[in-house]
Each structure stands twice: as C-alpha cells, then as structure tokens.
C-alpha cells in the first residue's frame, strides 16, 4: 500500500488516474452528501441538482446534525451502505461528473464499469467513525433538499483531511470488495474439505 495522498476538490482525471485499489487517501474541499433519497429524487423523478458536483466528491451518509442559530453543525459523519444505490450510481456518475464517491461496504459491477468510463473513483470511509468524519468538517456551507430530511438531504460540506479513504474501485475498474469476495469464494472447497476429512 502506497503512502496516503491528498487529494485537493475539485480534481480531475489526471490527479486519480494512477490511483490504484488499496491506495488511501485523504479529501480537502467540497463533499456533498447524496444517498438513496437523492439519487432517486434526480434520476427517477428527474428533478435537476441544485449543485454542480464536476469534479466533487459525494458522501453516502445520514449524518447527524445540529442547529446553532443560523447555522448548522455536523455532529457525527460516517457513511451509509453504498450498495443500495448500485442501481442508479453508474448513470449518476455519467450525468454529474463527480469524481469521488465515498462509502461503505463496496459497489458492484456497473459501478465498476462507470468509474472506467469516466475516471471515477470509489472509496471506502471506515464504519462507526462519525466523530472522525465529524472532527474533518470544517464547516457546513449549506443545506439543499432539506425536505428530503436531515439524513436525506443533500449537505455541502467543507473538509480538510476527511479520511482515510481506502480505494475500492479505480479509475481502471478494479473492484477490490469484488477480488476478496472471489478469493474467499475460491477457498471454500479447500475449507470444506479438511473439515470434513477431520470427522
């Protein structure tokens, strides 16, 4: 695994192309949250986005957050299952042009063939870490689709050092969720036959 690079949002193709699955790294700049809600809202209900996010990093996550006056505070951030929005994510990569989604738990195929096409990549932010994710927010710069409610919503937030991202898919489309589970998958006839040789 190679040492952890900072990558400064908006980015480009050039600067995640080399990116390899198993490489960290870390996000300043503009991340937006948008989960199942939003996809939907947008590709289904076909309701454009309110923020451009060329370039940007999306946020599968509810997170947590407090109003102090005019403003708000995110309390707590840490990401949502990403494979429930494996249906509409090849198409809203395409459409949006973001460059970085950020998750939990791995996306499938399309997504994979998405992240070639476009240069994309998916990147996995460690579950039960809200407080981590939290303490990179350096400030919340809005709020669109409050309607949706507080975890739907879409969230502008900006970060300094939001990470450790792990990458999963590359700009290649690799999918390292994909490889382990085919590696696991490949050892069970081992496994199973030295239990059963054991009885």
Known sequence: ??????????????????LRVGDVIYVNGVVVTARDAVHKRFLVEGIPLPIDLRGLAILHAGPVMIRSG???ICNSIGPTTSMRMEYYESEFIERTGVKIIIGKGGMGRKTA???????????????????????AVEEVLKVEWLDLGIPEALWVLKVRNFGPLI?????HGNNLTETVSNNAKSKIPLVLQTKFKKL
């Open 1 to 18: 695994m190679s040492k952890a690079k900072i990558i400064n949002l908006p980015t480009t193709e050039e600067e995640i192309r080399d």
């Open 70 to 72: 005019d403003k708000w």
């Open 113 to 135: 063939e998405a992240c070639k096409k476009h240069k994309t990549i998916y990147t996995i932010f460690p579950g039960g870490c809200g407080a981590l994710g939290a303490s």
């Open 167 to 171: 990458i999963a898919i590359d700009t």
